[in-house]
């Protein structure tokens, strides 16, 4: 059973902090990783994609990829209340376009 | 921005009845996905589609499920009869042709309602 687990929250970070959100899989064999933003009724909206060990940056958002650790994060620098929403972690256990694995999320609320 | 684009948003339907959703994935993308997250729980796989038939499908997707591409640009999801169960929200997913796994782009979802 391809797993992802991710601590449900939720996360409370002042506006202007630093949010870390940590996402964990159980397929060694993994390929690619997302992390996916989804407000309250809403649908997955992609903000990160990570294929290779290390960190990858976009604006505010960095991605962080151990797969030795089979662990992912996301970091958000200067959070904004529009970034309160739950994040998904998704992992591709294979090659090629195969379907997504999914953890539960974790629900981010920033203060003002 | 392309974008995949779903309806209808909202269906509510009677148990029993069979339902069908739609979906118009990003034109140049050849991959495409159904998946359903039933409230307060997580996203999960139904079935995914290339090259005119289904190429994976997880437990979910029984004999009450079918997909199809009936043209060049909708891509369906029907259910046969349906149960209490398969209330939930419906997204349909389009992935692009390229080395290695594509990023899934998402529609903005259909929730079913059964009565």
């Known amino acids: 059973q391809k797993e992802v687990e991710q601590n449900s929250g939720p996360l409370s970070v002042p506006e202007g902090a630093i949010a870390s959100l940590n996402c964990t899989y159980s397929?060694?064999?993994?390929?690619?990783f997302f992390w996916y933003r989804q407000y309250s009724g809403k649908s997955p909206e992609l903000i990160m994609s990570i294929y290779s060990n290390g960190d990858k940056e976009d604006g505010r958002f960095t991605a962080q990829l151990n797969k030795a650790s089979q662990y992912v994060s996301l970091l958000i620098r200067d959070s904004q209340p529009s970034d309160s929403a739950t994040y998904l972690c998704?992992?591709?256990?294979?090659?090629?376009?195969?379907?997504?694995?999914f953890g539960k999320g974790t629900r981010l609320s920033v203060i003002a | 921005e392309p974008e995949v684009t779903q309806t209808p948003s909202h269906q509510v339907t009677q148990m029993g009845q069979e339902v069908i959703l739609r979906c118009v994935p990003i034109?140049?993308?050849?991959?495409f996905y159904w998946y359903r997250q039933i409230l307060g729980q997580k996203v999960e796989f139904l079935v995914s589609f290339y090259n005119n038939e289904i190429s994976e499908k997880s437990e979910i997707f029984d004999d009450q499920f079918s997909v199809e591409r009936p043209d060049g640009s909708n891509f369906t999801l029907k259910i046969r009869s349906t149960k209490l169960e398969d209330s939930a929200m419906y997204f349909c997913a389009s992935g692009g042709l390229g080395a290695g796994n594509q990023p899934q782009h998402f529609g903005d979802g259909t929730r079913l309602s059964i009565l």
């Open positions: 034109s140049n993308h050849l991959y």
């Open positions: 397929d060694r064999g993994s390929q690619s």
């Open positions: 998704a992992v591709n256990p294979d090659a090629g376009n195969t379907p997504l694995v």
